[in-house]
C-alpha cells in the first residue's frame, strides 16, 4: 500500500472511464465478429422457418386425408351406380334379391355421403390451414429481413469498433504511464472484484458501490486522499464524489 502518499484520484477516475468503454466496446466487437449480435434475429428467424415447414407438413397431410376420403366416397358412389343398373337393368328379380340389392345401394349412399362430409371438413381444415401458412410464410419473410438488416448494421460497426478499442487502448496506455505500478495492480486487483469497476465513490463515511460504512479510522485517510480499499466490495475508496 502507498500510505503517507495521496492517490491522483483524477487520473485514476478517468483510466476507470477508459476501461468501462473499453470493457463496452470490446464486448460488442465481440458479439459482432461472433455473430452473437444479432444470434436473437436469427433464432426468430429459425422459429419463424419452423413454424412454416410445420403447417406445409400439415396441409400435406390434410391433402391427402381429402384425397382418400374422395376417392372412397366416388368409389361409394360407382358402387351406388352400379347396384341401380343391376336393379333397373332386370337382372335381379326375387322381391329378397331386389331388397338386399337396395339396402346395399342405400348403404353405399350413406357412406358417400359420409365420406364426402368427411372431405368437405377437410378442406375447410384446409382453406384454415393455407391461411395460417400465408401470415406465416409472411412473418418468416420479414424475420429473415430484420436478421439480415441487424447482420449487415452489426458488421457496419466492425470498423468504428476496433478503431475506438485502438484508441482507448491507447488513451490506457497514457493514464498508466502517469500512475505508480503498486496503485495500478490495486486497481486491476479491485477492477476484478468490483465487476469492472475498481473505484467507489464515498460520501459521509459510506461506500456508494456498496453501501457499507466505512470504520471511522478508514474513512479519515479516504479523507487525506490514501489509498484504501472497502472490506466489503474491494474497491478503491475515492473521496467525495468524482
Ligand atoms: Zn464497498
Not at 93 to 119: H, K, N, P
Not at 122 to 144: K, N, T
Not at 181 to 200: D, F, K, P, T, V
Amino acid at each position: 500500500m502507498t500510505s503517507g502518499e495521496t492517490v491522483d484520484f483524477a487520473r485514476l477516475w478517468a483510466l476507470q472511464d477508459v476501461d468501462v468503454r473499453l470493457d463496452e466496446v470490446t464486448a460488442r466487437l465481440e458479439a459482432v465478429e461472433s455473430g452473437r449480435a444479432w444470434a436473437e434475429a436469427s433464432a426468430r428467424r429459425a422459429e419463424a422457418d419452423a413454424r412454416v415447414e410445420r403447417l406445409e407438413r400439415e396441409i400435406e397431410e390434410w391433402e391427402k386425408r381429402r384425397r382418400a376420403a374422395e376417392r372412397e366416397r366416388r368409389a361409394a358412389e360407382d358402387e351406388a351406380a352400379r347396384m341401380r343398373e343391376r336393379l333397373y337393368g332386370g337382372a335381379v328379380r326375387s322381391a329378397r334379391e331386389i331388397d338386399s340389392v337396395e339396402r346395399q345401394i342405400a348403404a353405399a349412399r350413406e357412406r358417400a355421403g359420409r365420406l364426402e362430409t368427411e372431405e368437405l371438413e377437410a378442406m375447410e381444415r384446409l382453406d384454415e390451414l393455407r391461411a395460417r401458412l400465408g401470415r406465416a410464410a409472411e412473418a418468416a419473410a420479414a424475420a429473415a429481413r430484420a436478421e439480415e438488416e441487424e447482420r449487415s448494421r452489426a458488421l457496419g460497426e466492425r470498423e468504428a469498433l476496433a478503431a475506438a478499442a485502438a484508441e482507448l487502448r491507447a488513451r490506457r496506455e497514457e493514464l498508466q504511464a502517469g500512475l505508480p505500478a503498486a496503485l495500478l495492480r490495486e486497481y486491476e486487483n479491485a477492477r476484478g472484484a468490483g465487476r469492472g469497476r475498481g473505484l467507489a465513490r464515498t460520501e459521509g463515511g459510506v461506500c456508494r458501490a456498496c453501501g457499507v460504512e466505512l470504520p471511522r479510522s478508514t474513512w479519515q485517510r479516504v479523507q487525506r486522499g490514501a489509498l484504501e480499499r472497502c472490506e466489503r466490495c474491494q474497491r478503491i475508496l475515492a473521496p467525495g464524489g468524482a
